[in-house]
């Protein structure tokens, strides 16, 4: 089965930085992609990384090492409006999505 | 105007009833999904549609009937429910190629008492 782990609950303080840890053991890789969602909303995209390495995006960065089987989404210059859930999820060989509990963000003034 | 609509956002029944979820998107997307979200639990995908061909069923009970008519809609249809299914169901489209992403509607929040 699919196997991806990231922290439950993650406080940070505004304007700071804070770096959101995914581990995952799949079936196949094509891709790992984070997702944004806040309460009572739809997850909405935030990047998509198939390749090691780091792709940046205005304030959010993600990183991937295939070889270790870990990713990060790095939120800088933390805003309150960032206060979400944030999804992690691996394509795997077949091409389904499968996603990790989600990590909830607090950012406190 | 989200891309992905769903219809209703809220939805109570009890364990006796019959309803349907619906989901409508206007990207032009070949895939749809239905996921279901409980708290503190990740998405749990439950069918996949590609070209209105379901590609998908993830072991679900057989009280969960998904339809999809064309590649613009898809339907869940709900009988018999028990109050464990109480959850977040969500909708979703993408173009179906391997780095496309998933576009999610707002959900339905069910209820089963």
């Known amino acids: 089965g699919q196997n991806i782990d990231q922290p439950t609950e993650m406080t940070a303080t505004e304007g700071a930085i804070v770096q959101i840890n995914c581990t995952y053991q799949t079936s196949g890789f094509n891709g790992l992609f984070w997702y944004q969602q806040h309460a009572g909303e739809a997850p909405t995209f935030l990047s998509y990384?198939?390749?090691?390495g780091l792709e940046e995006k205005g304030r959010f960065s993600s990183f991937l090492s295939r070889s270790k089987g870990y990713s990060y989404l790095l939120l800088k210059e933390l805003q309150m409006k960032d206060s979400a859930s944030y999804l992690c999820a691996v394509r795997d060989g077949d091409y389904k999505l499968s996603f990790g509990a989600g990590t909830t963000v607090t950012v406190r003034a | 105007e989200t891309g992905v609509t769903q219809t209703p956002r809220h939805l109570v029944m009890g364990m006796t009833n019959k309803k349907s979820l619906k989901c409508e998107q206007h990207l032009g997307h070949n895939a749809m999904y239905w996921y279901k979200q409980s708290a503190k639990k990740p998405l749990e995908l439950m069918f996949v549609?590609?070209?209105?061909?379901?590609?998908e069923n993830n072991s679900v009970p057989s009280r969960f009937s998904p339809e999809c008519p064309n590649s613009s809609h898809l339907f869940l249809h709900l009988h018999t429910l028990q109050p464990e299914d109480s959850a977040l169901y969500l909708c979703a489209s993408s173009q179906g190629t391997e780095n496309s992403p998933l576009h999610f509607g707002n959900g339905t929040r069910l209820t089963v008492t």
């Open positions: 549609y590609n070209f209105k061909e379901q590609t």
């Open positions: 990384n198939v390749l090691d």
